[in-house]
């Protein structure tokens, strides 16, 4: 075998031909054996109908039933198997209106979208099946569309989109008339569901060298539909420091982020991070985060930061979130003209955050060695706001200094700095 299949991919494969069909790896997984990456996900193709492939394996879960896709969970993984399929007309750009079920494996790779993509592999008999000459595109590294961009653009408008992604992820090209077909394509990708959209854009994003890619996004007209946030900072002038307009400088802090795809977008939507993740259908919990981050990235500034405004900030953004803001942080620097000697400085400043973000100190009032009702209970004082306002009171002397996070000295403080008449008696 001229590819590293695992056993139990061989073995559905071969699950699947004794019960009387074809069966192929096909698309992603046989694409980057070609190139030498490592496999992440196992699809396979087969003319068994999916009620067929059901009935073969004890753990199967119906992913895309009418589309055709189940998936195989083994003890090693998990396997999609589709069933080869002939896609009808798309009468809306989104969805083909009809799927059909063929037995023919050369007609499954013509609905695919990239040559690189529509390659089939029998890790039995050693064949590959490569009708649209997807291995010289491999070779030359491009990303080609199947049979015509622009009919199959019309088709689905996600496919530009896949296009600028699959060319940022692998480190391709877009081939010449697949790239022009682009722009007569945007109306179609307008009519896409945001979720698709996003997805691609992420995985985009997530790419080392993801900068010229946005240009190209921009220029063909997939920015306005995919981010029109980010277009918005266009012309924009920027800050001081940084070369180029805002624009020019966020997707220049974009790229110098290492990771993650959220953090990077982040970067990207700076005056609207709320507004935009939501536009894009993010979770509550990426909303927040995004919000959280720009509302204090620039909290973490070169001047002198006393261990207590270090200990508020990580506080604010959670520790969770420290290795977050620190990247961004370290981002912005980088890619500014006087960067270099600014880097080191930052460098210092995020060993001591990275080291105070290890010890341990309560982030909130309801962390403190003292609780609300043994405050209560031990000053005789009578439950409402101002119990509140005691407790946040000793939350920030405690960020100032983390030793006074104890029962007595707590009340101590409380004693002296609210009921000093009190104490004297
Ligand atoms: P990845 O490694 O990112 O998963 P992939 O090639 O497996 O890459 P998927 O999005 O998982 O990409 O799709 C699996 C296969 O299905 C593709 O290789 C391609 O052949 C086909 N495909 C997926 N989406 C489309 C589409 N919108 N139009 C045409 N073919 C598609
Ligand atoms: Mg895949």
């Not at 592999?121 to 049979?147: C, F, K, M, N, W």
């Not at 854009?201 to 920015?223: F, N, P, Q, Y």
Request: neutral net charge.
């Amino acid at each position: 075998m001229r590819f590293d299949v695992p056993a139990w991919v061989l073995e559905i494969v071969r699950a699947l031909k004794a019960a009387g069909g074809k069966a192929f790896v096909v698309g992603g997984p046989v694409r980057d054996l070609l190139l030498g990456r490592v496999v992440s996900d196992w699809d396979i193709a087969t003319d068994l109908v999916p009620d067929c492939v059901v009935a073969l394996f004890p753990k199967v879960v119906p992913t895309g039933l009418k589309h055709g896709t189940v998936t195989i969970v083994g003890d090693a993984g998990k396997a999609e198997v589709t069933t080869f399929r002939r896609e009808g007309p798309y009468a809306d750009g989104r969805h083909p209106d009809a799927v059909e079920f063929v037995r023919d494996i050369e007609i499954d790779l013509a609905r695919r979208d990239f040559t690189v993509n529509a390659i089939a592999y029998d890790p039995e008999s050693d064949e590959l099946r490569d009708p649209y000459d997807g291995q010289s595109d491999i070779t030359a590294r491009l990303i080609r569309a199947v049979g015509a961009a622009r009919d199959r653009f019309r088709e689905d408008g996600l496919r530009p989109m896949r296009a600028v992604r699959f060319a940022a992820t692998l480190g391709f090209e877009i081939e010449a008339a697949t790239l022009a077909a682009i722009p007569e394509a945007i109306e179609t990708t307008r009519k896409v569901a945001v979720e698709r959209i996003r997805d691609e854009l992420l995985k985009m994003l997530g790419a080392s060298r993801m900068a010229r890619w946005i240009e190209v996004m921009r220029k063909s007209g997939l920015l306005a539909v995919a981010l029109p946030e980010l277009l918005a900072a266009r012309g924009i002038a920027g800050k001081p420091h940084h070369a180029g307009d805002l624009y020019d400088q966020r997707v220049a802090i974009c790229e110098a982020i290492p990771g993650p795809a959220r953090l990077r977008l982040v970067a990207l939507v700076l005056d609207s991070p709320g507004a935009a993740f939501i536009r894009l259908a993010m979770s509550g919990a990426d909303r927040r985060f995004a919000e959280t981050l720009v509302q204090h990235h620039d909290s973490l500034h070169l001047g002198d930061l006393t261990d207590g405004a270090i200990r508020r900030i990580i506080a604010s953004v959670s520790r969770a979130n420290v290795e977050a803001l620190l990247a961004m942080r370290r981002a912005d620097f980088t890619t500014r003209a006087d960067g270099p000697v600014l880097v080191s400085a930052f460098d210092t400043l995020a060993t001591r955050v990275r080291r105070l973000a290890a010890e341990a100190w309560p982030d909130r009032p309801s962390g403190l060695a003292l609780r609300g009702d043994d405050l209560i209970a031990s000053l005789g004082l009578y439950s409402g706001p101002e119990v509140g306002v005691i407790l946040r009171a000793l939350h920030a002397a405690v960020l100032d200094d983390p030793a006074l996070n104890t029962r007595d000295a707590l009340l101590a403080i409380v004693r002296r700095e609210f009921f000093p008449k009190n104490s004297e008696k």
